[in-house]
């Protein structure tokens, strides 16, 4: 299922670290929209990633932040490695916003921490460095469905 999504992380330079997280919203957003919209940005902060059919989804990998905003979308799209996925976005999986939020609180892979300009955030803790949490994290995520069977019901 890999289309022209490989391309899309050279936008971004080899030294960002974030590049693969947006490299894993932009393909998002093609696959969802093609080329409608903003499919070639990343979304601000605070701002629905992408809507399609009505529908508003936030587009999440890794341990990134649990903000508030997260709770005005309808779903998320989540992978736990963008940089097995960026390219696969098939993979991600489709979860309700609050069903995402109570499934890293219930599995306690949440933490509280500073940032630079001193604000504290919330964000998804890092399960890779644990097997148990990161199976843990894998069956969770099991129960619901990619990316790829979700649009395909739409």
């Given at each position: ?51 399609n059919k009505g529908i508003k989804y936030e587009v999440k990998s890794n341990c990134g932040e649990l903000n508030d905003d997260i709770l005005k979308n309808d779903f998320i799209i ?77």
């Amino acid at each position: 299922m890999t289309t022209n999504y490989t391309n899309t992380i050279n936008q971004f330079k080899a030294t960002d670290c974030g590049r693969y997280g947006k490299a894993f919203e932009i393909n998002v957003k093609h696959f969802l929209n093609g080329n409608r919209g903003n499919a070639n940005k990343v979304s601000a902060k605070g701002k629905t990633d992408v809507q399609n059919k009505g529908i508003k989804y936030e587009v999440k990998s890794n341990c990134g932040e649990l903000n508030d905003d997260i709770l005005k979308n309808d779903f998320i799209i989540y992978t736990p490695d963008n940089v097995r996925d960026y390219a696969e976005v098939h993979r991600a999986y489709v979860i309700p916003a609050q069903a995402f939020v109570d499934m890293f609180y219930a599995l306690g892979l949440v933490r509280t921490k500073k940032s630079t300009n001193g604000q504290l955030k919330t964000t998804i803790q890092s399960f890779r460095n644990s097997k148990r949490k990161t199976e843990m994290l894998f069956n969770a995520l099991a129960q619901y469905s990619t990316l790829g069977e979700w649009v395909a019901t739409l």
